[in-house]
């Protein structure tokens, strides 16, 4: 269980102790969040899949409690969601509120607090003001039934210049140092990742990032080694390669790589997984579902580990040629 009260860092703020004994059924692996110091799970959850319609599947209470509770359960620390994901930050103060010091909960900023759902495959509007800053992390607070986010990550990856200029950065920071904001993050993309890395502001990088999708391979590398955080979305390259779905840009090229001969019994999205989590500098890659059985199949392929070193560097060779290499990161 964590528990904020164990000590206190060096401003007075709790933080967490890493010897808290945590209730699940298996070891998840844990590394070290960047700087932030949170012993967080190779395997966080995205709940991005709890927002409902009409931008997601349909997904009852009942799914929505059962899958909390699972992923919590099973010893997973770090929840990700975002004020514009629907239902999302309501079910988890509803179904899992009052497990609140068993995990580290994420969420984001910027999104147009009140805004109307956009329509499934257009963006919801973004704000980066402070007023919309202050407002959207108030609601977050209400709705999941908290003092205090551990990450808030602006959405959408802004630019430098987007962000300071109505004061939105400056009202993330001020939060936490009220004590509401625990570290600021952002959820970035090239080319605006370099500067964000280079402010030194960011205790959290949340980056795109798969074997079917390396272009910010070493955008992540300088982040790591900046002292940043690394939170990996799309880890599981979207189930594109899994054999129900077979389709989109993930699995062309997955299809490209011609990478059967090295699975050795290991399904596609496994040898998926197990690539992501074998990057050195990955802390954390969230993956959604409100499938049990796909929750389980996820902590299966963690628990077989990171792929052997030598298979890792054929499938990096092959994926690169079929397309997903890493992009210059000063380019």
């Known amino acids: 269980m964590i528990d904020r009260a164990r000590c206190e860092g060096p401003s007075g703020r709790t933080k967490i102790d890493a010897n808290v004994g945590w209730r699940m059924r298996m070891a998840i692996a844990s590394r070290e969040l960047g700087r932030t110091g949170l012993p967080v799970t190779v395997l966080g959850y995205g709940a991005m899949e709890l927002r409902g319609a009409p931008r997601g599947r349909d997904v009852s209470e009942a799914q929505a ?23 999302s930050e309501e079910r988890i103060g509803r179904y899992i509120g009052h497990r609140r010091r068993e995990f580290y909960l994420a969420s984001k900023c ?37 003092d205090y986010l551990d990450v808030v990550q602006f959405h959408a990856s802004p630019s430098r210049e987007t962000l300071e200029e109505h004061g939105a950065l400056d009202a993330l920071l001020e939060l936490k140092e009220a004590g509401k904001v625990r570290f600021v993050g952002i959820s970035a993309t090239l080319p605006h990742l370099l500067d964000h890395i280079a402010t030194g502001v960011f205790d959290v990088f949340q980056i795109p990032y798969s074997a079917v999708e390396r272009e910010h391979e070493e955008a992540i590398a300088a982040a790591a080694e900046a002292g940043a955080g690394i939170v990996v979305r ?3 390259a979207k189930g594109g390669p899994s054999e129900e779905k077979r389709s989109g840009w993930q699995w062309d090229r997955w299809r490209r790589a011609q990478l059967d001969d090295l699975l050795k019994g290991m399904s596609p999205m496994e040898f998926i997984l197990r ?20 929750l389980q199949t996820n902590l299966d392929a963690l628990e077989h580990g990171p792929l052997p070193s030598g298979l890792y560097d054929e499938a990096k060779r092959r994926l690169a040629a079929a397309g997903s290499a890493p992009r210059n990161a000063r380019q």
């Open 110 to 146: 910027g999104c147009l607090v009140g805004a109307t759902q956009a329509p499934s495959g257009q963006r919801n509007a973004h704000l980066f003001a402070r007023e919309n800053i202050v407002k959207g992390v108030e609601q977050s607070l209400a709705r999941m039934k908290t």
């Open 234 to 236: 799309g880890g599981a």
């Open 65 to 87: 409690e059962t899958i909390l509770n699972a992923v919590l359960d099973a010893g997973i620390n770090y929840i990700d969601t975002s004020i514009d994901y629907g239902l």
């Open 275 to 294: 690539f992501t989590f074998t990057n050195p500098d990955l802390d954390t890659t969230i993956v959604g579902t409100v499938n049990p059985a796909h």
